[in-house]
């Protein structure tokens, strides 16, 4: 059967249609677009937009940054723009038409990074050169683009791009370059346009919209005819809501839900599956807090209630580890070496000196939703 899949066209049109020089309503400097995990970010890259850039005469190139996470973010782009220039390279420019350049745009989603040699020149030169080849505009499609973070690699292919950028859309004749950079971390992305220093210094992070109750409408439609089942929207779009918008989690749901109310006989409870989903995935999240001292766990509770301005060594953040931790003489060199273990257990970041935040965004969501509860 095939895998259910719900279009986005009109978001992918919106998006497409911010693409212009328009100083006022266009999106020149780029987009930086944030969601959270597992939501379908990619899908839409994949399915939608990139089919809606190649519609509005423009050529869309894909870089994943989690592609292959042991190699360095510079080197994938370097790798992405080697083979756009290759497979342009081998294609006459009398056969570059639209169809043609699809495929070679679409070839970005089944060649792994590995099999694809680095372009020798620089970023700047690289992207010029595609330009010149298709003889359009050029959309740089860079997911997961926190990624870039991890390295100074990284950040120095992002301001080789801003460079790019720069240089491409300053002239007046030529290709122009957009980037469209999305993320699931959103304050890690957001590390990209913050601050005088960032590489996209001005820009700023929207929303990426999640999936709406029309997909929970067509899906619960389609599922409901081939097993002749009925399901109130109103239940599906609540249990889809419990499961943080994501497909996969809501589908699981639903297909456990259609299979043992048919064995039992009872009557469809959704979003009371849905719960049962959530607190296992929660389960999940709460185990890998397990192995924390208490200082830690202390720690890092005190941090997901601080939120942005958490200052983890003042007199109060001292007071409250050792109030909830229940350790007497609780010292400032204490919570640093929690503060450092939590951060080698990746549970904890550093945006910067002094700054702290919550690396998983999912345990931030448990913990907003269920304090209502406790
Ligand atoms: N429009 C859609 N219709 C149906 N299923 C979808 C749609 N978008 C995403 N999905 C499903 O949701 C799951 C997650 O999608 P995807 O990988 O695109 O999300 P993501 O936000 O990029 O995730 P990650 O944070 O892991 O990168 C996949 O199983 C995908 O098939
Ligand atoms: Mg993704």
Redesign the pocket.
């Known amino acids: 059967m095939e895998?259910?899949?719900?279009?986005?066209p009109d978001l992918a049109a919106s998006i497409a249609k911010q693409l212009t020089p328009d100083p006022i309503f266009g999106a020149l400097s780029g987009l930086y677009l944030a969601?959270p995990?597992?939501?379908?970010?990619?899908?839409?890259l994949r399915?939608d937009l990139v089919p809606a850039i190649l519609e509005a005469d423009k050529f869309p190139i894909v870089v994943d940054l989690?592609e292959d996470r042991s190699r360095d973010p510079s080197d994938i782009l370097r790798r992405r723009i080697g083979q756009a220039l290759e497979d342009l390279r081998s294609t006459p420019e009398k056969a570059l038409d639209r169809s043609r350049l699809r495929r070679i745009s679409a070839l970005g989603f089944s060649v792994g990074i590995a099999d694809l040699d680095p372009f020798s020149g620089t970023i700047p030169e690289g992207l010029e050169r595609i330009g010149a080849a298709v003889a359009q505009d050029i959309v740089l499609i860079v997911?997961?683009a926190q990624q870039a973070l991890v390295s100074e690699g990284g950040m120095d292919a992002m301001f080789a791009l801003k460079a790019a950028r720069d240089a491409m859309n300053q002239r007046q004749e030529g290709s122009r370059l957009f980037l469209i950079m999305t993320g699931?971390h959103r304050s890690k992305l957001a590390e990209l346009v913050l601050g005088a220093k960032a590489p996209f210094y001005g820009g700023s992070v929207q929303d990426f919209p999640v999936?709406d109750e029309d997909?929970v409408r067509a899906l619960i439609k389609q599922v409901g005819s081939a097993r002749n089942v009925e399901i109130s929207p109103k239940d599906g779009a609540e249990a889809f809501e419990i499961l943080m918008f994501?497909?996969?989690a809501f589908m699981k749901a639903l297909r456990d839900e259609i299979f043992e109310a048919a064995l039992s006989g009872e009557k469809i409870n959704l979003t009371r599956r849905a719960r049962t989903v959530r607190d296992a995935i929660w389960g999940d999240l709460d185990a890998e807090l397990d192995g924390l001292s208490k200082v830690q766990r202390a720690l890092f509770e005190a941090l997901l209630e601080g939120g942005e301005g958490f200052s983890p060594f003042s007199e109060q953040t001292l007071k409250e580890v050792t109030h909830r931790s229940g350790v007497d003489g609780v010292t400032k060199s204490t919570v640093q070496k929690a503060m450092k273990a939590l951060v080698d257990k990746e549970l904890v970041w550093q945006p910067g000196s002094g700054r702290y935040a919550i690396d998983n965004q999912d345990m931030l969501d448990m913990h907003r939703r269920m304090k209502p509860r406790t």
Do not use: I
């Open positions: 895998v259910f899949h719900y279009p986005r969601a995990r597992r939501t379908g970010k990619s899908t839409f399915r989690w997911d997961e699931s999936l997909f994501r497909p996969e």
